[in-house]
């Protein structure tokens, strides 16, 4: 039984997390140090987006911009469903992709619902020019 209260606080305090403002976590390259842990143009968990590239990039780049507004969209699907919830429908709809569907790594990345949501609001905010969005 009290695993299940260590289970429910974590999932309470992951969830409240994600309502933090956006931190950007800027990885030159995708390495932290000398070790690539970024291997994507950028990621989110909870309110922590990284991008791979340098901050001066960050701040100053339309398309590094772009890619934070991508990422910002996965934390608000984060605070919709709770980060747990949205990485288990994330990580099966691509399951469900790759392996019912037969699509490719990326084919099946590209075509999720999440992913699909996430770049309209990236290609808005490139098309408009202003950072209405972040």
Same mark, same amino acid.
């Given at each position: 039984? #009290? ?6 606080? /974590? ?5 409240? #997390? @994600?309502? /933090?403002?956006? #931190?950007?976590?800027?990885?030159? +390259?995708?390495?932290?140090? @000398? ?21 001066e990039?960050? +701040? ?14 996965h934390?608000?699907?984060?605070? *919709?469903? @709770? ?5 288990l429908?994330?990580?099966?709809? *691509?399951?469900?992709?790759?392996? #019912? /569907? $037969? ?6 990345? +590209? ?12 290609f808005?905010?490139?098309? @408009?020019?202003?950072? $209405?969005?972040?």
């Amino acid at each position: 039984m #009290i695993s299940f209260y260590i289970f429910l606080l /974590l999932f309470l305090l992951s969830w409240a #997390i @994600s309502f /933090l403002p956006q #931190i950007r976590v800027y990885l030159p +390259e995708g390495k932290f140090h @000398s070790f690539k842990i970024l291997y994507t143009a950028g990621a989110s968990f909870l309110c922590f987006c990284f991008l791979q590239c340098s901050q001066e990039e960050g +701040e100053s780049s339309m398309v590094w911009k772009g890619v934070a507004v991508h990422e910002f969209v996965h934390q608000k699907q984060q605070r *919709w469903l @709770s980060p747990l919830l949205f990485g288990l429908f994330y990580f099966g709809e *691509w399951l469900f992709r790759k392996c #019912i /569907l $037969r699509q490719g790594w990326m084919t099946a990345y +590209e075509n999720l619902i999440w992913e699909k949501q996430a770049e309209r609001a990236r290609f808005a905010y490139l098309q @408009s020019g202003k950072n $209405r969005f972040i």
